[in-house]
């Protein structure tokens, strides 16, 4: 593996210095100008791949050095070793000036397909990428000298069209097209002759080889394809192979009509009045272009490999291939009919028996993705309702497999590639959103960013309340997952038998029990469910916090803080009053009903707390409308100690919001009500009265609520002397030593505040102005308002006409 | 395509934290920036473009250590679990740890692109593809490719480095992963290509 020996020479390889590079690199090139290929050498250019690749900032090796590479690289007869190397080196030192390479003149396959990896290396610097295609494309063209194989330059070809589409002219891509169509569907369907290994003992007679064979074993009757097994495969079959891979790649570059449009994904846009049910018949197909003939056999193939992969594969990597075959076979007849609609018809009926065959077996579940995005991209145009497709697909698939990390993956990907398109269309997509949500609380890491892009899309005035509450309930989640996964895993006759009175021992066995059976069937839904009430997850989410240090349950905690700020940075956008208290209600209702983790519970509390200043600001009629709750809030003293940031935050939103300003049904006997509860609450932190304890919290919310305590009195002025008087108590209660010593510094700024307002409270009409400013003085624009601005002006004038020249300096 | 394949050091241990992530291999196929110039580039350009694509390829290499070392915390096994192995045991590729993400254009390369990850005890490999590539057969093919490389580069025995080998695993990716084409390959076709590569690579 990786071992202390590994870890010395990458060390030596970085501290190598300039000096003993050239040596060593003169040692090599004496090596290979004697024609030395041997062992040595090969060794010594390991050691030189390594020193070159190991850092960061490029090594500088002479430019004669380099060109020595080169040499060596291109000789007829260099083993394969020696030119793999060279071409790693070079390219590890790409992008280079001193390259002279060319692929012009070069005829071996082979060796084109090395020097085009070191060529492209370069970054098209010099228009590598169109020289080398125009190479390929050359050499495909011609006849290949005898024992070489077209098949190193497929791969190569393929990567060029990646790079860069243009570098083919039209009468190269039609030759290409031709060949694809000759390599794809004319294969040989008898398996190649295997090279006699030679000897004294064979037999100079081969044995005659037998046709190919299926993956269940049986005669194949039909044209070859990559799902078809041979002990030994022929050339073209090769191609057959190569084609393929390459297939959806250059139908996207070369395949659409008009101008190269390579990778669009746009749905198909088809005038509906020249749909024709009727596609080319194979009798005509010999008289379409190359184009057009690609596709007809492109089609035909992937129509074979979907009736292929039906059969039982003998072994499992082909079992495997034939699921990836299915997927890739889906995508190109995709792509197929969004360059030319005739085929959509033959296509909707041929994935329609599909999903009906692999809807109930999760092991080909990953193929229903691209079959719902075949439907979302075509149905349209065919005017066919896919709507069941969408339904199995949301409602099953994450229920069932949230615990496949790639297909969780490539599920939230299909989700958001789609999002426009499922939130205008699909009202399963939002419905579904406790699914969803598994993913995520199954797969967080992975998936929390992509998470940050859909939760917008699923967020509406529908389902916020109830999304609320799941994102608080993302750790519970995570935790049932777990448990409904073990619950499946454990055989029946080990479920013990339990007694309907008794409590389940343990979480597992809490899943069959029928207390809370129900509990986690909720928890565990596959829709929306916006009349159920989550306040019956309580005795579950006592009971799984014995879960709370799995380390799946944590990492699904983390993510929740910044779902939550996302959430609510989206809904106050669209929300109006109605929700706005409801969330606000929900807010205060949770946040006593948090997962058991610390560390989880003090970082919602933060966010809910921030939040509910988000709110306020948004709807400042809310405090009044809530009064009566959040006077209930604010009037626990318990809640002070456990939550004592929401605590802070709402008896700041009382103090500011409660006012004939913000709301005019605000009453001065509801003002002097809420005065009443907070002057209780700050009585029971700061007893007046000797008593043995003192309590203590944190001075923050002492001076909170002596600043809202003093802006009420500030508007219902019967206050204001009980307010003074209450606020001398406080004044000579922390000048007491003993408050002193349990307070330290806080007291000053305490007894400063107190201060402070005590003389604005002197001052009612001042105190009013400073406390409880009204809008226009809240946000001053001196220099808009003309009544404020015209004194500034005028002062202004004066200075410039009095001091003339003197003003300006210098 | 697949535009990088890269194998590099996996920190599982909580001791090793303090350890850097190393990219012991790397090949990029084909280049990101494919812009044409006029005049004759500045060596001092040329050097920041393969400095910027060394800095690509390990900040992929961090990431799936990170995604590695989060889905071992999952896993609730003890970490050193994963780092005992009996010399003659075959490994099950179907228990190594795996997973998939996504790195947005911009964090590190400028398009949208996928990282498939699977790490074998130290050594994490990983092939970074273009967004809606077959996962399904990336997948496939990183496995045989890791299975490949375990065997003739012969990674697990006592002693056995990935490094000083690069001719044998430039040969293997150019075998299995030729300038970064998935192959769809059924069984057959990769015993053919393992007879060949065992040819090759005993010489």
């Known amino acids: ?810 | 395509m697949v535009h990088a394949f890269l194998i590099h050091t996996l920190h599982t241990r909580s001791g090793d934290e303090a350890g850097l992530c190393r990219v012991l291999y790397s090949r990029v196929f084909g280049s990101e920036r494919l812009d044409q110039l006029a005049e004759e580039p500045v060596p001092r350009d040329l050097e920041k473009e393969r400095l910027g694509r060394k800095e690509q390829i390990l900040a992929v290499a961090r990431q799936v250590d990170s995604a590695c070392k989060l889905l071992h915390q999952t896993s609730g096994r003890p970490a050193s679990d994963f780092l005992i192995q009996l010399p003659d045991e075959p490994i099950s590729l179907q228990d190594a740890p795996a997973g998939v993400f996504r790195l947005p254009p911009g964090d590190p390369f400028c398009e949208n692109k996928t990282v498939l990850w699977l790490g074998v005890l130290s050594l994490g490999f990983a092939l970074v593809c273009d967004p809606h590539e077959n996962l399904m057969l990336a997948e496939n093919t990183l496995r045989l490719m890791v299975k490949c490389l375990l065997e003739h580069l012969k990674l697990l025995s006592q002693g056995s480095d990935v490094v000083l080998k690069a001719d044998k695993t430039e040969i293997i990716l150019s075998k299995f992963l030729p300038h970064g084409q998935l192959l769809f390959l059924n069984d057959q076709f990769v015993q053919v290509l393992e007879k060949e590569l065992s040819a090759c690579l005993s010489k």
């Not at chain 1, 749905?267 to 184009?291: F, I, N």
């Not at chain 1, 492109?298 to 072994?315: D, G, T």
């Not at chain 1, 609450?681 to 002492?702: G, H, K, N, Q, Y």
């Open chain 1, 1 to 810: 593996m990786f071992t202390a020996g590994a870890e010395s020479l990458l060390r030596q390889a970085r501290e190598i210095q300039d000096e003993e590079l050239r040596k060593f690199s003169s040692r090599i090139t004496s090596l290979l100008q004697n024609n030395d290929l041997g062992n040595e050498t090969i060794d010594c250019l390991q050691r030189l791949f390594l020193i070159v690749s190991v850092t960061k900032y490029g090594r500088k090796l002479d430019s004669k050095f380099v060109e020595l590479l080169q040499t060596v690289m291109c000789l007829p007869r260099c083993p394969q070793q020696v030119q793999v190397l060279c071409a790693a080196i070079l390219r590890e030192m790409s992008p280079c000036s001193s390259l002279t390479l060319s692929c012009d003149e070069i005829q071996d396959a082979k060796l084109l397909s090395l020097v085009s990896s070191v060529l492209l290396a370069q970054g098209n610097k010099k228009a590598e990428v169109s020289a080398v295609g125009q190479r390929v494309v050359k050499v495909l063209e011609g006849r290949l000298p005898e024992g070489q194989s077209s098949r190193h330059l497929l791969p190569l070809l393929s990567k060029i069209i990646s790079l860069s589409p243009a570098s083919l002219t039209e009468d190269q891509t039609n030759l290409v097209n031709k060949r694809m169509v000759d390599w794809l569907r004319y294969a040989s369907v008898q398996q190649g002759v295997a090279q006699p290994s030679g000897g004294f003992f064979s037999s100079p007679r081969t044995r005659q080889p037998g046709p190919i064979t299926e993956v269940d074993g049986a005669v194949s009757t039909d044209f070859f394809t990559v799902l078809s097994i041979g002990q030994c495969y022929t050339e073209d079959q090769w191609l057959n192979v190569q084609t393929f891979s390459m297939l959806r790649e250059w139908l996207q570059s070369y395949g659409s009509d008009g101008a190269n449009s390579p990778h669009s994904d746009d749905k198909s846009e088809v005038d509906g009045s020249v749909m024709s049910m009727v596609s080319a018949t194979s009798t005509s197909s010999r008289l379409l272009p190359p184009k057009e003939r690609l596709r007809e056999k492109a089609f035909e193939y992937c129509q074979r490999l979907i009736e292929q992969s039906n059969r039982r594969a003998l072994k499992k990597p082909d079992g495997d291939l034939q699921k990836a075959c299915l997927i890739e076979a889906i995508t190109i007849m995709d792509i197929i009919c969004r360059q030319d609609s005739s085929y959509v018809y033959r296509t909707l009926s041929c994935l329609k028996i599909l999903h009906g065959r692999i809807s109930g077996d999760l092991a080909y579940a990953r193929a229903l993705l691209p079959i719902a995005q075949f439907f979302l991209n075509h149905s349209e145009t065919a005017a066919v309702d896919s709507e069941a497709i969408y339904k199995h697909l949301f409602t099953r698939i994450p229920a069932q497999l949230f615990h496949s990390p790639v297909l969780a993956f490539e599920f939230i990907q299909f989700c958001r590639d789609n999002v426009r398109f499922c939130t205008e269309n699909l009202s399963i997509f939002r419905q579904s959103f406790p699914n969803l949500f598994k993913l995520l609380a199954w797969n967080s890491p992975a998936l929390i960013s992509e998470f940050v892009d859909l939760l917008p899309a699923l967020l509406g005035a529908d389902t916020a309340i109830e999304i609320l509450h799941l994102l608080l309930d993302l750790p519970c989640l995570a935790a049932a997952l777990d448990i409904q996964l073990r619950s499946a895993s454990t055989p029946i006759s080990e479920r013990a038998a339990w007694d309907p009175a008794a409590k389940p021992a343990s979480c597992l066995e809490a899943f069959r029990h029928p207390l809370y059976r129900s509990m986690f069937q909720y928890l565990l839904r596959v829709e929306a469910a916006p009349r159920d009430s989550p306040e019956r997850l309580v005795p579950l989410r006592q009971l799984l916090a014995s879960m709370a240090d799995c380390p799946r349950v944590v990492q699904a905690a983390d993510t929740v803080p910044v779902l939550l700020h996302l959430f609510f940075s989206v809904v106050v956008e669209f929300a109006d009053g109605p929700l706005v208290n409801q969330l606000v209600l929900v807010l205060l209702e949770r946040s006593e009903q948090l997962y058991e983790i610390p560390a989880f519970k003090a970082d919602v509390h933060r966010v809910l707390s921030s939040q509910l200043v988000l709110l306020c600001k948004r709807h400042p009629s809310l405090v009044v409308e809530l009064s009566k709750e959040l006077l209930e809030f604010a009037g626990t003293i318990g809640n002070i100690r456990n939550k004592e940031d929401i605590f802070t935050y709402v008896v700041w939103a009382i103090g500011e919001y409660m006012s004939l300003a913000c709301d005019e049904r605000c009453t001065v006997e509801q003002i002097n009500k809420v005065f009443e509860v907070l002057e209780a609450m700050l009585f029971e932190m700061v007893p007046l009265r000797p008593s043995a304890s003192i309590p203590t919290c944190s001075p923050r919310v002492i001076t909170v609520l002596m600043a809202m305590l003093t802006k009420l009195a500030t508007r219902s002025q019967d206050l204001i002397p009980r307010m003074s008087l209450f606020l001398s108590k406080m004044r000579a209660f922390f000048q007491s030593p003993a408050m002193i010593s349990v307070y330290s510094e806080d007291s000053e700024e305490i007894l400063a505040r107190a201060t402070e307002l005590m003389n604005l409270l002197k001052m009612p009409s001042v105190a009013q102005f400073v406390l409880t400013p009204s809008v226009e003085v809240a946000s001053p624009r001196f220099h808009r308002d003309t009544n404020v601005s015209l004194p500034l002006a005028m002062k202004m004038a004066t200075r410039l006409l009095e001091r003339g020249t003197g003003f300006v300096p210098g």
